[in-house]
Every structure is written in structure tokens, then in C-alpha cells.
């Protein structure tokens, strides 16, 4: 497993077990989901932002092009929202023109 993916495969572990320790019917509505802010300590170790065209496409592990939270198997709810649930971000909402580095394509 290379290094990179290994990152990715704890990043995503840890996100498995935090869905653990939420209650099913527990959700709250993701209108009501406050915005994740970019200085939040998760979303800076996850490099997220507002706005994916800001990311250096090169710096990217995920070689991918076009990345984005709209285009990402993590994001949930409405895709015509513009601030949606995400799998990475639990409680919070990410904007559906951000990224973070746990971006993954959908299947
Ligand atoms: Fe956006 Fe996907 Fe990262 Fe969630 S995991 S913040 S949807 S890129």
C-alpha cells in the first residue's frame, strides 16, 4: 500500500468509526447544519476550501481532474444545493463548489 493511500484508507477508517457513534434518526435536517469554516481544525488537516478552483491541481494526491465536492462520492443530500452534508465533515455542511483531499469519484 503506498504511502498516500494508506493516508487516505486511516482518514477514511477514522471517518468510518466517528458514523459509528452517530445514533440512527439522530440527523439533524442538513438545512438547519451549520457551514463548515475553513479554519476549523478537520477541515485544515484535510486542506478543505470554499472553493476548489483555488487548489493547485498539481498538489493533488488524487491526480483526477475536475475535483470537487458536487462531483465527490462523500458529499450527500440535494445536489442542487448550494451547502450539502458530507461523510468526511459529520454535522456540518461543505460547499458544492469546495474540495478537501479526501476527495473520492463517485463509482
Ligand atoms: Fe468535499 Fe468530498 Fe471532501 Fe466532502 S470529502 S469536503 S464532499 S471533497
Redesign the pocket.
Known sequence: MSKIARRQFIQLSAVAAAGFLVRPGSEARAEDLPK?AEDDAMAQA?K?THD?STVDAASRANPAPD???AN????QGDETAAW?P????PGKL?NNK???????PKP
Open positions: 463548515l484535510m478543505y476548489a475535483q470537487s465536492c465527490c462520492a462523500l458529499v450539502r458530507c461523510q468526511i465533515f461543505v469546495g474540495w478537501c483531499s479526501v476527495w473520492a
